[in-house]
């Protein structure tokens, strides 16, 4: 069905490969074209309650876009690419299931924005992240300027983005771009360990929560408004009456997503 990703569904949680091992995965257009399919699997599916993107072998999660593909381009098809780009990510992003980067090896370039477009990231430890487009005379594209910004701040993000320096999954932990840096053998386990915790929640108020949280940097809503929202679509939902009833009843919530 797929020619670049491998897709594993597994106890709720579907885990999508980037299989192009022999270009460190590197991001062309067949696999943006995967992902979107991917990505309308996950939202019509309702067996996948979570998701995580990961890259094929030891070596990297993305190791950026490929750069063959940007050869003979002019401005405006340039700018179609970048569209195209941020339009899949920006599909990951307001998922209204959790999808979660378990980032092994390198992930520069489009493979760092395709990361920071995931929820949230878990590392191994011997990831590699940076945006290092300024060494080919380039910006990133795929929304790396506006994310870097958003997760580590203003000033660090303007030094990553103009030296291109790279930066390994420790700093990455300090600086708030990854949640938890593990060993490479175990970086899948603990990153499904994660999701096997938000599986066993309400999923309309996970939703909810995404919904909301994005909203803090979308300049189009207010966010504090659309949290009242969320917060008063959750009593219409069968999840709400079992979740309060099961904290009152002493025992375990059993929801269904309803």
Known sequence: ??????????????????????????????????????LDEVERNPEVRSVIITGAGSKAFVAGADISEFNGLNKEEAMALAKRGQDTFFRIENSSKPIVAAVNGFALGGGCELAMSCHFRVAADNAKFGQPEVNLGLIPGYGGTQRLVQLIGKGKAME??????????????????????????????????????????????VAGCIKAANAVFDETQNGFEIEIKEFGNCFNTEDMKEGTSAFLEKRKANFRGK
């Open 160 to 205: 990553l983005l103009m030296s291109a320096q790279m930066i390994d999954a420790n700093e990455a932990k300090q600086l708030g771009l990854v949640n938890y840096v593990t060993a490479p053998d175990s970086l899948l386990a603990q990153t499904r360990e994660i999701l096997s915790l938000i599986n066993s929640k309400a999923p309309l108020a």
């Open 1 to 38: 069905m797929y020619q670049t990703l491998l897709i594993i569904l597994e106890n709720g949680i579907l885990t999508v490969v980037i299989n192009r091992v022999e270009k460190m995965n590197a991001l062309n257009r067949e696999v943006l074209t995967e992902l979107n399919k991917v």
